[in-house]
T-cell receptor
């Protein structure tokens, strides 16, 4: 149980294009989803927290206009990297939890490797 | 400010050589300390949650312990398949996780 999927697993795009990454909770309803990015040999850095049906809360230093997050349903959240540049190349990981505000376990997706040429 | 520091950054062990990974933390109010395993190119996989000092949890060759200032992940008689990055994370407010930089463990036959 508690499986989270991400699609695509790997994407290569040209500089200036936009890329959408999907995160799905397959067997539970996720009221809260989180988006992280991870650079090589570094830890996960939280980018934003999204609750179903409301606007995402972005961490300090994360551009909300560049990283668009939509949490339209209890099983799907999307992250769109707009006008991507090579410095946006990273490993993007989502996670999902059952409830918002409580201290519940987060279930992580397998990650999406984004390479911007 | 809540903070997590892991050591060592990298650890190389021979198969069967037991050792411990350290996670030091500062937090205004501990709401949970998590251990995850991350394989290359994959998302973190949950191992343990600890909530109060003195708590211990075990799973196969792994045992996690918690004090008021640090947590240890003890690995007993490791095997090559235990090679991975082990991440420690604090539960902050609103269910947010604050991750340490991780310990890259390599177990050689």
């Amino acid at each position: 149980g508690a499986v989270v999927s991400q699609h695509p697993s790997r994407v290569i795009c040209k500089s200036g294009t936009s890329v959408k990454i999907e995160c799905r909770s397959l067997d539970f309803q996720a009221t809260t989803m989180f988006w992280y990015r991870q650079f090589p040999k570094q830890s996960l850095m939280l980018m934003a927290t999204s609750n179903e049906g409301s606007k995402a809360t972005y961490e300090q230093g994360v551009e909300k206009d560049k990283f668009l997050i939509n949490h339209a349903s209890l099983t799907l959240s999307t992250l769109t990297v707009t006008s991507a540049h090579p410095e946006d190349s990273s490993f993007y990981i989502c996670s999902a939890s059952y409830t918002s505000g409580g201290d519940n376990e987060q279930f992580f997706g397998p990650g999406t490797r984004l390479t911007v040429l | 400010e809540d903070q997590v520091t892991q050591s060592p950054e990298a650890l190389r062990l021979q198969e069967g050589e037991s050792s411990s990974l350290n996670c030091s933390y500062t937090v205004s109010g501990l709401r949970g300390l998590f251990w995850y395993r991350q394989d290359p190119g994959k998302g973190p996989k949950f191992l343990f949650t600890l909530y109060s000092a003195g708590e211990e949890k075990e799973k196969e060759r792994l045992k996690a312990t918690l004090t008021k200032k640090e947590s240890f992940l003890h690995i007993t008689a490791p095997k090559p398949e235990d090679s991975a990055t082990y991440l420690c994370a604090l539960s902050g407010g609103y269910n947010k996780l604050i991750f340490g930089a991780g310990t890259r463990l390599a177990v050689h036959p």
